[in-house]
């Protein structure tokens, strides 16, 4: 089998992406920093797989782990080894950890906060169109970041004013080309700040999930402190970052499929089909890190190896023409069934799917409809992407929004 190497600065994801699905439903890939893993890239196989008892979070199942070749400034090492949360538990500790989370983030709660996402995105709004006429803008920076940043904030009991450090860090924690050195400082920073919200909330409790958390772990669910810290940080990380990428990557595909933009801003296409083809065809999360085989298993007709670790490459499963027949390298907003997995599947399911879906489904028809002729400021292909193997995640997204409103503004 042919080791695939990800590209640590994510220079052509699309053409990874189809490599990694020649490769077939398992591929041997190595990830920045010379370590050695195993990427499911079909839909089916990787449905099977994140249903499959033996295939775990443990980190101490990998045999690399357990043989030392791991070392803890590996610019991945906090995806790989983020702490005891719901993302590194399996069984009965995973139930308890997520059903405290998915409590507070069903469709019906979700729906509650609908209200302040619209009021958010309408302030978000009043600044862009402010800026000055014809001059190009970071629609990322300006739009599509503070709004899921200030929701999972709010949602968590975050101060807005450690926004700056949180991004600072979380720059750090997700990029490929952190400097060895700095990775043991960044995590601890990251810890320090994290611990330090949590003990301000135990102080101060407010209505929010932290102070959830904490009265739960007081109350007999037996969250310990270092549950809580890295519950609260893995909301906050995910909470984020996939939204932002999932606004920009709705964006971008509009921009690049005129027709179908014409057809979605005249109510013919539907936003909900423009962000589900999306999540799809450019979908936030690229490769999430790592579970872990207790066991030889199966891979179509290849072995996943006892102790060897797995990624999901939902950027290779996203196009697969298997389950979506030989159209799945294109973009159609029209599609049906679309019966996508990028928020993943089964018991490890995103618990906050729902309110990245309800955000997308708010900021984008705002934006189109203040900004109908808003216009990428810089060809597609000169658009970059940072490097993160596990996110799809531009640098910026410039735009010219053009006249507010339209021609009859």
Not at 141 to 164: K, Q, T
Request: net charge negative; aromatic share 6%; glycine share 8%.
């Amino acid at each position: 089998m042919t080791r695939i190497a990800l590209d640590p600065f994510v220079r052509d994801l699309d053409g990874e992406s189809a490599a990694l699905r020649a490769a077939g439903p398992l591929a041997e890939v190595e990830l920045p920093g010379g370590v050695h893993v195993y990427a499911v890239t079909r839909h089916a196989e990787a449905r099977a797989l994140l249903t499959d008892s033996r295939v775990v979070k443990d980190i101490n199942v990998w045999g690399a782990w357990q043989r030392g070749e791991i070392p803890m400034d590996w610019p991945l090492i906090g995806l790989a080894n983020p702490g005891r949360s719901m993302l590194t538990v399996d069984g009965a500790d995973h139930r308890r950890l997520r059903t405290l989370v998915a409590q507070a983030l069903t469709v019906r709660r979700v729906e509650r906060l609908r209200a302040g996402i619209e009021a958010l995105t309408n302030a978000s709004l009043e600044k862009l169109a402010a800026h000055p006429a014809g001059e190009p803008v970071d629609l990322k920076a300006e739009f599509a970041y503070p709004l899921p940043m200030n929701v999972i904030s709010e949602l968590m009991g975050v101060d807005a004013a450690d926004h700056p450090r949180l991004k600072e860090l979380f720059e750090k924690f997700f990029s490929t080309q952190t400097p060895p050195e700095e990775v043991p400082q960044m995590m601890a920073d990251l810890g320090a700040l994290f611990t330090k919200i949590v003990n301000d909330k135990r102080a101060n409790p407010g209505d929010d999930l932290t102070s959830a958390l904490i009265a739960a772990s007081e109350n007999g669910d037996h969250l310990t402190d270092e549950e809580i810290v890295n519950t609260l940080q893995l909301i906050i990380a995910a909470g984020h970052e996939t939204t932002i990428s999932l606004i920009v990557n709705v964006v971008e595909a509009l921009q690049t499929h005129p027709e179908q933009r014409k057809r979605v801003l005249s109510g013919e296409i539907g936003w909900d089909g423009v962000i589900e083809e999306t999540l799809r065809w450019n979908t936030p999360t690229s490769h999430v890190l790592i579970r872990f085989a207790t066991e030889d298993i199966e891979v179509g007709d290849k072995i996943l190896p006892k102790g060897e670790g797995l990624l999901i490459s939902f950027g290779a499963l996203g196009r697969d023409e298997e389950q979506y027949g030989p159209t799945a390298g294109e973009f159609d907003a029209a599609r049906t069934p679309n019966r996508h997995i990028a928020f993943g599947h089964g018991p490890h399911v995103c618990p906050g799917a729902a309110l990245s879906r309800l955000e997308a489904g708010i900021a984008l028809p705002a934006l189109y409809e203040r900004f109908p002729e808003l216009e990428l400021a810089v060809p597609a292909a000169e658009l970059r992407n940072k490097p993160i193997v596990t996110q799809n995640d531009l640098y910026e997204l410039p735009v010219k929004l053009g006249c507010p409103f339209g021609h009859d503004a």
